[in-house]
């Protein structure tokens, strides 16, 4: 059975002192929990201090992005070895918020956040790749945009990434990959995608998985959602079969509705 996970993207929110107070509100309600696993994914300059509180809890670090040399002349970047030393098990690769899905940025595209970043379908491949390499479990995440959606191209768009995202990587490696379907109009809009549906693409991603290696580790591989998850739409959300979890922003600010989120993981999935 397959353990649920409930994962905080904190994205560019808390300075040490926010985070310190957050993790401390969440290791309060969960750091005891054995039925869940919680992820907090500080900024990277609140990991250490939220790895400090967490310590001798049951909650995981992770940090929100990584690149995949180890070590050398890329200012600003941040390798494996240096996410492990700071406490993190997990790394979030692949965000929507990190894809440019158009190539270069004109000045004049510079307020186009999608196309700041400069994540591929490749280049996430080679961080999740490097992620496992160094011990690191990367959390993938995948999904479509509004405009794609829209056209039908959900399911096509998905299965790519996926596919892209798991090349040259071995079925043992697979066994610490989790992958989050995020779809992107549904992410900090307060738009959550219907339950049915986020199961179905959920499923597909599984599915997908199966064919790739095979239908007892796609089994055992974690599926979240993630997109506008709260208190009141995360129910409905954890009763779905391929639904493992939450990958979960705006509300897991607060370490009240956060807890209320792991509260309802555990009594719906926990085990
Ligand atoms: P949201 O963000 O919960 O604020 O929609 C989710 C995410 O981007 O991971």
Redesign the pocket.
Known sequence: MRKPVMAG?W?MNCDNEEAEELANGVTARAGLNEKVQVVLCPPATALTTVGKVIANSNIALGAQNMFWEESGAYTGELSAQMLLSCGCEYVIVG???RRGRFGSVDEDEADDLAAVFGDTDATVNRKARAALAAGLKPIICCGELLAERQEGKTDEVVVAQVKAALEGISADDLANVTF?Y?PVW????GEVCDADEANRVCELIRGTVGDMYSADLADEMRVLY????KPANVRGLMEQEHIDGG?????SLDADSFGELITAAEEIRGQ
């Open positions: 993207n994205k965000h929507s918020e989050a995020e549904a992410i900090g809009t993630g997109g506008s998850v990958l979960v922003g705006g509300a």
